[in-house]
């Protein structure tokens, strides 16, 4: 998927909440649709910077749900967690405030049959803000017929950002969809990697792949349990990008065995045979 | 017509070292990146003899108005850039300036000599801010470390080489007369200043190297401070660099003398910030023209 | 309780030299001023043997995150300090330290000796960023000046004597071990990195004097890097300083080993900056106490 | 007039416009009531340095108007040319943002008497955002019964800005106000300094005192007619601060006899015979 050249300005069409994240709409007359996993680099087109000079960089930020925009282009959907001066500034975009945007970058997930030769459905495994691609990458699953389980955790009630992505225009929680939250307010009590165990060891876990996005923590988790169950795995890792085109080389993640992958350009999807270990030091 | 040693430039800006992968950025763009090239010339990350993987992370770090990295200089080695690289920068539509680095004279020399040899290269920098092993001293702190580097590296090469001075010295003008007097063709600077951050989430170095590099818009009035220094000692046409992300930046280089500017960190934030910076550039001198005539001295 | 070569501070944030007025601000701010004295101790600005006038305007540019200033060192010289300043001063509830200038050894011998008579002054800081009339070297440039200037003025005074480094040198770390040899108490850093700018109005330098010293957030990591090097190479305590404007930008300066921090520029955006820089310390060290036991190791 | 200590937080009360300028109103529940010529530090808490790293430094605005606001303390009015990122970003402030102030600071207008032996009356010279301290002055001799004239030059229509501060609560403006306009639609056609001069070779001059306020060219015209006629003349200069409270030695004006004043402690009210030359380097 090749990106125009260049960051273009656009603006900015909705925001709202979305269980404490904000998911923020930008229109796109320039772009082509991104695929799921993809990202863009975001800076508000005012006051980015307006911290003591942070933010300076634009923000590397994945696509969580895209469709064609009335009058021409895309529209696209960013889930955002405010977290520092970046994703604070974005997240408080009003509609119809400028934003540079850059993109589509990056690779994308793979169909299972892409990815492991006779592999027929997938299990999407996602958390906090990392279930943004997940979204966009079930729609397409959806779309395509692609059999898919969705296991999500969340911590508690207040914090479900992003799970409205998981529904169908009815407002329902779309039914392949599962939850664990830590307070067991709703799904499971505990971990996603709880709901993920089961499935591995089940009879037709050799024919699914795991996809899965989320904090380090749970990504090691996850990548470590496939590695366990010889399940193949395709994880959207993140990594410190000041550019995300291969200009800075500042995203490396290192390869098993030796050297690095340039996150942006090589990834941000990558095979849990392509990364060692999901460590805090990139991630 | 901007030139630089002799290289037509169809504007005076091109890109820092290290700052910008043609190569990756063709296949995140495709051919448009050739169709609309933002540079006047450019110039490769900086090649050393033997491939190096970089440092470990975290490599970049944002800070007010600017970024520290501690990349270290990955790249594929001399023999990998030329056999793999080479091909591919050659079909960019500019001239091309490739950017070495090595520890020893002799190593130096055998990156100018192989290099010098491609009719596809224009011009070489040379980054000259790593310890040398024989003396340890860096070569780029030390006026006659790199006159002697110059001498032996000159005779090599036809070719214009560009000397990339390190600011991280107390009077870059001393090392840049060295570099005139070793017979170097222009003086490039600045490099990235030494700076270090701590990350507040864990109380330690925010980079895995330890320290690395500042730059961007916050180094700006350092840049512009060692160009003046450096255009009063020698006559060596200046790359001048650091901070650039407008016309107006670049202006301010060239009111101090720079004959060319390059556009570093700036190219992060916007792709296409050399081609940006280039028409910002001529429409001011545009404006500036159209106004003289009635300007008001109310 | 902190503590700088034995003076006892009431928390570690003093002012940088040259960046408050103590005597102005009394007259803006009236005794307030010396209820809620924001810095632990006083650091004048630098005085010289003899009055100057300082530069001519224009002093100040504003950069990105940051300040050129070419003040000039304004200062009532060594007898107009001691006959004037000095008496209003030793009213500050806080030690007092005295930041000298000079330009031979002789002259800054005769400063620190009639300072160092002063019961009310609790130390001397050496502020060696001017050249040697007679070596023609800047003395903070070079470890032996250093080195030799402090061994003239060791035995003068039984003060402790601060060294205030020049961050624009190569190796500041070098300058401190000649400080360090010369029998220096404390090393302080960082001066302000030489910088220049265009006035974009007019395409000529900004500031009156053509260059001037860069400060604020802007050059932190280059400050944070040298404080990081320093502390490698001497036993000294260290006040570090450049850009702290939060407790956490302190913070950072404590994490490489700083003993104290000094607030500059940011006097300029909070009169009020030191005390509620060591507030913000003060109340991240105890919400650590408090999180340490509950601390969450998901 | 002491200032209280430290810069404090307060809350914009309105924004409005006013010819081309903005008034912004701030409630300083902290301060005391400023004297005409005085100036405050200001800094908007939020998105200060949002254009790439500036406004980094607080910037120095006289104090226009001010009046005991409801609730306690004082309500200060601001006059704001919105001339770089730090005016610009003051002039945007809106009703119920934060801003820092620091101050009142520097010193103040002297009354005639004060100024001059046997001096009466007093003339005010203003022109672009240099009237706003001359508005506040105006209103302290009408409520004290000094006899004033006030000259005002605009440029054309478009540009008015301050006029208003000039209006009684009627909206007409003041008796007491001539104005001279560059296009002529307004008053005289041609420079304040126009109305200046049959002023002061008239019978009275003697027994006037001049106060100036406005751009560097104009308070040097000003400067040299009243010394040329002997008249009292006080101005009201700019210099680049930094601090505004004697810190940075960043304000210096050169005094005629050598060396030089700080601006913000030592004005920025100054005697015609005070300054050598009003300078473009300076102001
Ligand atoms: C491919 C990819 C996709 C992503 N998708 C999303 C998404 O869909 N939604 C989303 O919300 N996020 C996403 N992120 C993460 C997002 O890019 C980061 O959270 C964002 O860059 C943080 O910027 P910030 O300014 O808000 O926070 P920062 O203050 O930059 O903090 C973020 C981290 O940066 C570091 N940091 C760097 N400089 C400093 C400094 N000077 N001071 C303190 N900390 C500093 C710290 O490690 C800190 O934890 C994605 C990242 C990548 C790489
Ligand atoms: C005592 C006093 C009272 C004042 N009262 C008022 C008032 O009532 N109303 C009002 O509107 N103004 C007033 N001013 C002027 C006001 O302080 C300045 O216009 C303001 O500081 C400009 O800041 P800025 O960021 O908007 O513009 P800047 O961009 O800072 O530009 C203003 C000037 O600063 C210089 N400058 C400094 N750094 C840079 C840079 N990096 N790039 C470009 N230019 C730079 C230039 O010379 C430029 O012309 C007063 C000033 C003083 C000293
Ligand atoms: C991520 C990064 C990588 C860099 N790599 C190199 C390099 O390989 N060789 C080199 O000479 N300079 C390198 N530099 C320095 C730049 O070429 C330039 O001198 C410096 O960044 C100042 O310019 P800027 O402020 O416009 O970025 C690098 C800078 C950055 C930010
Ligand atoms: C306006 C101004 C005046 C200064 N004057 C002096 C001085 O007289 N003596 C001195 O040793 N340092 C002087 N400095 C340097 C500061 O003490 C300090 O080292 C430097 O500004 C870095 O700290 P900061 O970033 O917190 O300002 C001055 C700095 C500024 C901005
Ligand atoms: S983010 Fe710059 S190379 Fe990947
Ligand atoms: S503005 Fe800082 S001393 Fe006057």
């Known amino acids: 998927m090749i990106a125009p050249f260049g960051r273009r300005l656009c603006e900015v069409a909705a925001n709202r909440d979305s269980g404490g994240y904000r998911v923020v709409s930008v229109v796109d007359r320039g772009g082509p649709e991104p695929r799921a996993g993809q990202f863009y680099m975001l800076a508000a087109a005012e006051r980015w910077g307006a911290r003591d000079g942070r933010a300076f960089l634009p923000r590397a930020i994945s696509v969580a749900e895209t469709r064609p925009a009335a009058g021409g282009g895309v529209r696209l959907d960013f889930l955002l967690d405010a977290v520092g001066p970046g994703t604070e500034r974005l997240a408080a975009l009003g509609e119809g405030e400028g934003i540079w945007i850059t993109g589509p970058l990056g690779n994308s997930f793979a169909s299972p049959r892409e990815v492991s030769d006779g592999a027929a459905g997938a299990v999407l495994v996602g958390g906090g803000v990392g279930v943004a691609p997940l979204a ?75 996809y899965s996005c ?30 995300g085109f291969g200009a800075c080389f500042g995203c490396a993640v290192p390869k098993p065995g030796g050297g690095f992958l340039r996150l942006c350009v090589d990834g941000p999807v990558l095979r849990g045979d392509e990364v060692e270990e999901v460590s805090h030091a990139y991630a | 017509m901007p030139e630089l040693c002799g290289i037509d430039l169809a504007h005076p800006v091109i890109n820092a070292s290290g700052t910008y992968d043609a190569i990756a950025a063709r296949k995140v763009f ?27 992370p975290r490599r970049i770090w944002e800070t007010p108005s600017g970024m520290i990295n501690s990349i270290g200089l990955p790249n594929k080695g001399l023999e990998g850039f030329l056999a793999e690289d080479l091909p591919q920068l050659r079909e960019l539509p500019v001239p091309l300036i490739v950017s070495v680095m090595a520890t020893t004279r002799e190593e130096f020399a055998r990156c100018v000599e192989r290099i010098a040899r491609r009719r596809e290269v224009a011009a070489i920098e040379l980054n000259v801010s790593c310890p040398n ?45 060295g570099a005139e007097r070793g017979g170097a063709d222009s003086i490039s600077l600045i490099n990235t200043l030494k700076g270090t951050a701590i990350d507040p989430a864990t109380g330690a170095p925010a980079l895995g190297n330890g320290y690395g590099g500042l730059s961007g818009p916050a180094v700006r009035p350092v840049a512009l401070e060692q ?12 790359v001048g660099m650091g901070g650039v992300s407008t016309g107006a ?16 960190t700036e190219n992060f934030r916007d792709p296409r910030a050399g081609a940006r910076i280039a028409l910002e550039l001529e429409s001011s001198l545009r404006a500036e023209r159209i106004s003289e005539p009635a300007l008001d001295l109310d």
Do not use: Y
């Open chain 1, 214 to 243: 989320g904090p380090p923590a749970m990504l090691e988790a996850v990548r470590a349990l496939c590695a366990e169950h010889g399940v193949t795995v395709e994880l959207a890792l993140e990594s410190p990008m000041a550019c």
């Open chain 2, 30 to 56: 495709g051919d448009a990146l050739l169709d609309d090239f933002p540079f006047a010339a450019f110039v490769s990350k900086t090649i050393t003899p033997d491939p190096r993987a970089g440092n470990s």
């Open chain 2, 249 to 264: 930046d670049a202006s301010e280089f060239f009111a101090l003398g720079a004959a060319v500017v390059a556009v570093g």
């Open chain 2, 133 to 177: 092993v024989h003396s340890g001293l860096i070569v780029g702190e030390n006026p006659s470390e790199t006159e002697a580097l110059l001498e032996a590296l000159r005779p090599l090469s036809e070719k214009p080489l560009i000397v990339k001075l390190t600011p991280n010295v107390a009077d870059p003008a001393e090392v840049a007369a």
């Open chain 1, 136 to 210: 966009l990458l079930r729609r397409r699953f959806s779309e395509r017929g692609v059999p898919h389980r969705v296991l999500l955790g969340f911590r508690d009630r207040a914090h479900t950002g992003g799970l409205d992505l998981f529904c169908g225009s009815s407002g329902v929680l779309c039914p392949e969809v599962r939850l664990a939250t830590e307070d067991g307010h709703a799904g499971v009590q505990g971990r996603v990697t709880d709901l993920l165990l089961p499935i591995l060891v089940g009879d037709d876990a050799a024919s699914g792949v795991v």
């Open chain 2, 227 to 238: 160009v003046r220094s450096v255009r009063a000692a020698v006559d060596l046409p200046i």
